[in-house]
């Protein structure tokens, strides 16, 4: 709006479209952006624009951003009658008294002027659908009021009987006004009513009515207590840590999440998990998977669904299928090979950007439905649209503390409940915990408060970089101990990592990991190629500490042991350079289960899988090793199962936000539509689609080049918007109406059977 349009003061509360019409185009952008529904389809006038405006759904929608403060202010308006007559800004001051300063009610005010919720600027008027954004009882919060602490409304709840809490319960997601007899003076005091009357758990209205108080109502839902005393934010009490600290959990975290990950993938490749019907991972199955990897199944549950979300785990076939009638199985897909192959911060990233726009609330999974069932993992019921709006809302505000500055989720919840009060049910504390816990599992949070690779993420900055500098750095030594367990100080580097995985068994991870070794790891090195003098010098160049004679007894005595009998393929075949060994396998009572035939005093076929077979020979004591064909020991690991094109899963759709060109693109249509609205139009044409119309049309415009006379022409694009514009033709021909556009000054191109209508304008 211009300055002059300010000064006058007198006409500006007329009308929202009039107000809306001497605008800036600064402020009706502003407008657009921040109510982008009112954009779809392009209004074609500012009075078009303003009816948009005042629809309910698109009020309660951009009511949805509002603080408490904002909502004060409506109070207020509505209380001064601010739907039907102007009002003067200081009479809301004055409602609000000190329980705000007034340059934070001015701000307040702008805000909702800003989303046309309010217009005006000498004196405000309200748009009348308003008054229902305010999600308590109109003047509550200009009231004062003497409020029960959350500890002595707990403390009161829990000394009710299950009907009197049966009431509590109801009124606190319904309606917050009850309809009862036992109100009235006189009803005895042993009444359900009457004792939540006499403990301040219900207020009374009058002889038939009572109120459930709003704090009352806060603690029951789960949010957090707000204080009536003040309508600004509450301050948040902080802790500080050293930003280093911060990272370095970052770190430890990350590096647990990649390696359970990792875990979770071998798991569901050596043995997939059936889908659900309803879609979805059993409970079963989450807890086979929580057993084999040593979690609980609350962290299986996050797992699966960032895996899932990062494209790394699908549902649908896998190859190799396991036995079903083409039913569904939850397995890695075939990019999981790429990503465990990555830098560590690189597969970090992938799961961290997944989580931060996902779709999903994870923290919901083994919770009870309407149903009373439990939520499975991958479940439609975990879906919601709002979930990564509510994370990065939730992450934002601890992006503005200082760096290593670490708040608790309480504080969080009643900060958040304080800007978004109409949100106020989805940031309860426990649902505030529950995503600053899942943030913590990712690195994206630390003691608390937001590490470095966390605040890049949500910045757009270079998490991966940020990341990589708060992981240790890799070691590529180790510590051998006497009872055969092998201490990494650190993150082992990549190869390092891979030989010391295949001779050794993990025992416990954390800031340093341990590893036993014993005959069965030895033995998984030597089926995969390994030799006792490649092991001899692994741990003579790896270890900093001396090797202890034990080892070295088990590497020799296993390797001596290992390959006397070689397996192959017949199906599969074993060879043994001693014929009495062969002839006590083929003795026992394993040689008939895997039904072995002598070909020779040292050869013998089977029908049976090698893998099967050198399992059956492990089990019945043997030592066997694999061959190929010219004799050399090759590695026969089973290797997972994958799925290679994986099934995409229905995702929600957000709305593309209009860019700042968008925007100032649409306020010249509308201000030209609105112009054309207003134009005075001198001789006409409407057309019908006929040959006479356009004819017509096509003589119309041909003249107003003649004459070089504005016109007014109605047009329909190419994706079905009508709009009305002033234009001045240029030329006509060829299907086509050149004109200049007096907002832009430029020539634009109109093609002539989409135009609807064109009138000479005076």
Not at 603 to 610: E, K, T
């Amino acid at each position: 709006m211009t300055a002059t349009d300010r000064a006058a003061g007198t006409t500006d509360t007329d009308s929202l479209a009039g107000w809306l019409a001497r605008s800036s185009d600064a402020e009706l952008i502003e407008l657009l952006r921040l109510r982008p529904d009112l954009t779809v389809p392009l209004p074609a006038s500012m009075a078009v624009l303003a009816n948009r405006a005042e629809q309910r759904a698109s009020v309660l929608r951009a009511a949805d951003e509002l603080n408490t403060l904002a909502l004060a202010v409506i109070e207020a308006l509505a209380i001064e009658n601010a739907q039907a007559v102007a009002v003067d800004p200081a009479r809301v001051a004055e409602a609000i008294g000190d329980r705000a300063p007034r340059k934070a009610i001015d701000a307040a005010i702008e805000t909702l002027r800003s989303r046309a919720l309010v217009w005006g600027e000498q004196t405000l008027r309200m748009l009348p659908v308003a008054v229902e954004v305010v999600p308590w009882p109109i003047g509550r919060s200009l009231e004062p009021v003497v409020a029960m602490s959350a500890e002595d409304i707990a403390a009161a709840l829990s000394g009710l009987s299950s009907g009197e809490r049966a009431l509590l319960d109801r009124l606190a997601v319904t309606a917050p006004i009850g309809r009862t007899k036992d109100a009235a003076p006189g009803t005895p005091s042993d009444r359900p009513v009457q004792r939540l009357l006499a403990l301040g758990l219900l207020t009374w209205v009058d002889e038939q009515t009572v109120e459930l108080p709003q704090q009352v109502g806060q603690v029951l839902r789960g949010e957090p207590v707000s204080d009536l005393s003040t309508l600004m934010q509450p301050a948040l009490h902080t802790r500080k840590h050293k930003a280093a600290e911060v990272n370095g959990v970052a770190g430890g975290e990350a590096l647990e999440l990649l390696r359970h990950c990792a875990d979770v993938i071998d798991a569901l490749g050596e043995l997939p998990a059936p889908a659900l019907r309803a879609g979805g991972m059993g409970v079963r199955e989450l807890r086979r998977i929580a057993k084999r990897i040593g979690v609980d199944e609350d962290r299986v549950s996050l797992l699966v669904e960032l895996l899932v979300a990062a494209g790394l785990m699908a549902s649908g076939r896998p190859d190799p299928a396991p036995p079903g009638d083409g039913d569904d199985f939850w397995a890695p897909t075939a990019a999981v090979d790429a990503w465990l192959d990555a830098p560590p911060a690189r597969r970090w990233h992938t799961l961290a950007a997944a989580w931060l726009d996902l779709a999903r609330r994870p923290w919901l999974i083994g919770m009870r439905d309407a149903n009373d069932k439990p939520i499975a993992a991958l479940s439609d019921e975990v879906r919601s649209a709002m979930a990564a709006r509510d994370r990065r809302l939730i992450l934002e505000l601890t992006a503005e503390l200082g760096r290593g500055e670490g708040v608790d989720a309480a504080d969080v919840a009643r900060a958040l409940a304080w800007r978004r009060p109409r949100w106020a049910n989805r940031f309860t504390v426990g649902a505030v915990d529950k995503t600053l816990t899942e943030a913590t599992a990712l690195g994206v949070i630390g003691r608390g408060a937001l590490t470095s690779p966390g605040r890049a993420l949500l910045h757009g900055g270079d998490a991966e970089a940020e990341m990589e500098s708060a992981l240790p750095p890799p070691v590529d030594y180790v510590l051998v101990q006497a009872d055969l367990t092998v201490v990494a100080p650190g993150p082992l580097t990549p190869e390092l990592q891979e030989r010391i995985s295949l001779v050794a068994d993990l025992e416990s991870a954390g800031g340093a990991t341990v590893y036993r070794i014993g005959e069965t790891s030895v033995r998984r090195a030597l089926d995969a190629g390994a030799t006792a003098s490649e092991l001899h010098t692994l741990f003579a160049t790896k270890s900093r500490t001396p090797i202890p004679q034990s080892l070295t007894y088990l590497i020799d005595d296993m390797a001596r042991r290992h390959g006397q009998l070689r397996a192959g393929m017949a199906e599969s075949f074993i060879r043994c350079e001693d014929p009495a060994l062969l002839a006590q396998v083929l003795a026992t009572p394993i040689a008939e289960e895997l039904a072995l035939r002598a070909l020779a005093a040292t050869v013998a076929i089977s029908p049976v899988p090698l893998n099967e077979l050198l399992a059956g020979l492990r089990r019945a004591g043997f030592a066997p090793a694999g061959e190929d064909s010219s004799g050399v020991i090759v590695d026969v690991r089973k290797r997972g199962a994958r799925i290679v094109s994986k099934r995409l899963r229905p995702q929600l759709r957000i709305p593309a936000t209009p860019t700042d060109d968008q925007l100032a693109n649409l306020v010249v249509e509308l201000r030209a539509g609105d112009r054309a609205a207003k134009a005075n139009r001198g001789n006409g044409v409407r057309s019908d689609g006929s040959r006479a119309s356009g004819a017509a049309t096509m003589a119309l415009l041909q003249l107003a080049v003649r004459v070089r006379r504005s016109v007014s022409i109605g047009y329909v694009d190419a994706q079905g918007i009508a709009t009305n514009r002033i234009v001045e033709p240029v030329k006509v021909g060829g299907g086509q109406l050149d004109a200049i556009d007096p907002a832009t000054g430029a020539v634009r191109h109109f093609t002539l059977h989409r135009i609807s209508s064109v009138a000479l304008v005076d």
